[in-house]
């Protein structure tokens, strides 16, 4: 069996099993793009994260995700069902309990808050792609794209069950320091493939700038879009790097 796709609660997860396991886990939090259904998931359609996923179960890794409610953005009960994911996987899978996490754009926010929650004991590496450490800046970016800014306004509404008149006060008192996520190691890709990547880009510098201060475990990558091909060497190697010490 080289995948299967189950239900936890009212969401349906995915995992997929290498053919020769090395031991370790990964869990996948996706971007706003990302959905797991009875029968597929944006990983397994997408030509890009099909590839990567290719390259991972290769590498002998057992990777497993969930839909986590759609367009969560980091909401209290997407972390609660990606840390119920891991639970079940812990208890039903033959892997390692220290997992490694990556994590696409607007599932970054997620993962900081379980990384928070679940602490450096569970928690071996994590690989950010072209993330959004922060709502506050990101709600800020928007604002140039009226459309878009709206679009966001609903989504943020509906993920965290608030008045869309509430949404900007609620973003800005959110806590948005996590000092347990510099504890981990940590690998930043960026693509640079428009004006919202170079933004985003921007808005990243400028909050690394103090982790890098810090002497914290973090590297970062900038990758020009004919680049992205050499993406799978680096995460892996980034991992294996983190799994010498069991």
């Known amino acids: 069996m080289e995948s299967r796709n189950f239900q936890l609660d009212t969401e349906w997860n995915m995992i997929h099993y290498p053919h020769k396991p090395s031991g370790f886990g990964i869990l996948i939090i996706g971007d706003d793009r990302h959905f797991v259904n009875e029968q597929k998931s944006f990983w397994t359609q997408n030509e890009g994260k099909a590839i990567l996923l290719t390259k991972l179960k290769d590498e002998g890794y057992t990777i497993f995700y969930s839909n986590l409610y759609g367009k969560n953005w980091g909401s209290a009960r997407a972390v609660r069902m990606a840390r119920s994911l891991y639970e079940h996987i812990i208890r039903t899978e033959i892997i390692n309990g220290k997992i490694h996490i990556i994590a696409e754009g607007m599932g970054a926010l997620a993962a900081l808050n379980l990384i928070e929650e679940m602490g450096t004991e569970l928690i071996r590496t994590c690989i950010f ?28 509404a509906e993920a965290y069950n608030i008045d869309i008149m509430q ?49 914290t475990q973090t590297s970062i990558c900038y990758l020009l879009p004919e680049k992205r091909q050499g993406m799978e060497l680096q995460i892996v190697d980034f991992m294996k790097k983190n799994e010498k010490i069991l």
């Open 129 to 156: 792609i072209n993330p959004i450490f922060s709502l506050k800046d990101h709600l800020e970016m928007e604002k140039e794209h009226k459309f878009f800014y709206n679009n966001l306004l609903k989504e943020l």
């Open 167 to 215: 949404v900007e006060h609620e973003v800005r008192k959110r806590k948005e320091y996590f000092k347990d996520s510099l504890k981990i190691p940590m690998k930043i890709i960026y693509i640079m493939t428009d004006r919202r990547s170079y933004n985003r880009a921007k808005q990243l510098k400028n909050r690394t700038v103090k982790w890098l201060e810090e002497e």
